[in-house]
């Protein structure tokens, strides 16, 4: 059975900080990873991919990946209070997903 | 900015009664996808869909579901005899190109089943 895990949270991250969510796979020929950001009642919304070992940045959003480890994790730097919403990972053409991280901003 | 449109946001039906959610992908785009949120729970992968067929289907998607692209713009989802469990949000999307797996979602169809 093919797994993504995601902690659930929440995670509680001071306005300005950094904002730090992970993700584990299980399927060792995953090939393509991605991050949605997914408001309460809204559709979600692509944020990040990442296809490669390292860093992939944009803006202030940073995508880490090792897959000798078998993780994937999204930085999000100088969290505002509009970051404050569930994030899902999703490997493999968005084929499996994580159940989310809830990530709440405090002003 | 182009989008996915879906229609109807809400649809309330009767267990065992058929439902059609329908789905308007962005314009230029080639594929075509079908995924459900149970609430509170993760986003599940339904189908895939190109140049007119089916390219993946997970196991929920089984006999009581249908894809259909009926005409240029809308993409189907057919649930042919719905059940207790079927109510979730029903996500539509699309992407580009065969190689791009960057997917724009729709704003979803909640779908009860009583």
């Known amino acids: 059975q093919k797994e993504v895990e995601q902690n659930s949270g929440p995670l509680s991250v001071p306005e300005g900080a950094i904002a730090s969510l992970n993700c584990t796979y299980s399927d060792r020929g995953s090939q393509s990873f991605f991050w949605y950001r997914q408001y309460s009642g809204k559709s979600p919304e692509l944020i990040m991919f990442?296809?490669s070992n390292g860093d992939k940045e944009d803006g202030r959003f940073t995508a880490q990946l090792n897959k000798a480890s078998q993780y994937v994790s999204l930085l999000i730097r100088d969290s505002q209070p509009s970051d404050s919403a569930t994030y899902l990972c999703a490997v493999s053409r968005q084929l499996i997903w994580g159940a989310g991280t809830k990530l709440i901003i405090k002003p | 900015e182009p989008e996915v449109t879906q229609t109807p946001s809400h649809q309330v039906t009767q267990m065992g009664q058929e439902v059609i959610l329908r789905c308007v992908p962005i314009s230029n785009h080639l594929y075509f996808y079908w995924y459900r949120q149970i609430l509170g729970q993760k986003v599940e992968f339904l189908v895939s869909f190109y140049n007119n067929e089916i390219s993946e289907k997970s196991e929920i998607f089984d006999d009581q579901f249908s894809v259909e692209r009926p005409d240029g713009s809308n993409f189907t989802l057919k649930i042919r005899s719905t059940k207790l469990e079927d109510s979730a949000m029903y996500f539509c999307?699309?992407?580009?190109?065969?190689?791009?797996?960057?997917?724009?979602f729709g704003p979803g169809t909640r779908l009860t089943v009583t």
């Open positions: 999307a699309s992407s580009e190109e065969a190689r791009s797996y960057e997917q724009y």
């Open positions: 990442i296809y």
